[in-house]
């Protein structure tokens, strides 16, 4: 279940990297423009202005650095995955390790703007970190039993 779970997050991550890199040398302001217009918002209201805003403070550097960042974590969550899929146990130890290390991070950002959306994200890491390690400990656990 936590493989599928990575590898959903790594198709999520390389779909923004593909985002951010499709609007490089492009009008994000015409593209939020037209986008709002076909969902029927208001190219006038305060929703549309604020993203235009924005929009307007991102530069093609800075969207080449969120494709850079959003491919890299797809690709580690992609072996991650596939590692977990495959029943490995570095895949569980990676898992585990990366899960206990953007913990704080995640806590951090939740307290300073809580929403919904951050506090499920950082509830399904607290599980998958508290479910790995009382896999790998037992794993551990059965292994020296057989050596035993």
């Known amino acids: 279940m936590i ?17 951010a890199l499709h609007f490089i040398n492009a009008d994000l302001g015409d593209a939020i423009t037209n986008t709002a217009t076909a969902l029927k918002f208001d190219p006038d209201s305060h929703f549309v202005s604020v993203l235009l805003d924005k929009a307007g403070m991102i530069n093609d550097h800075e969207l080449k650095l969120v494709s850079i960042a959003t491919f890299s974590y797809s690709g580690v969550a992609t072996v991650e995955g596939v590692g977990l899929l495959m029943e490995q146990t570095w895949a569980e130890y990676l898992t585990l390790i990366l899960g206990i290390a953007f913990l704080p991070w995640e806590l ?16 399904a890491n607290i599980l998958i970190v508290i479910y790995l390690l009382w896999f ?10 057989r050596l035993d």
């Open 136 to 145: 790998v400990r037992n794993r551990r656990r059965e292994k020296a039993q």
């Open 108 to 123: 951090v950002e939740l307290i300073r703007r809580a929403t919904l959306w951050r506090g499920g994200i950082f509830t």
């Open 3 to 19: 493989g599928l779970f990575k590898l959903a997050k790594a198709v999520f991550f390389f779909s923004i990297g593909m985002g």
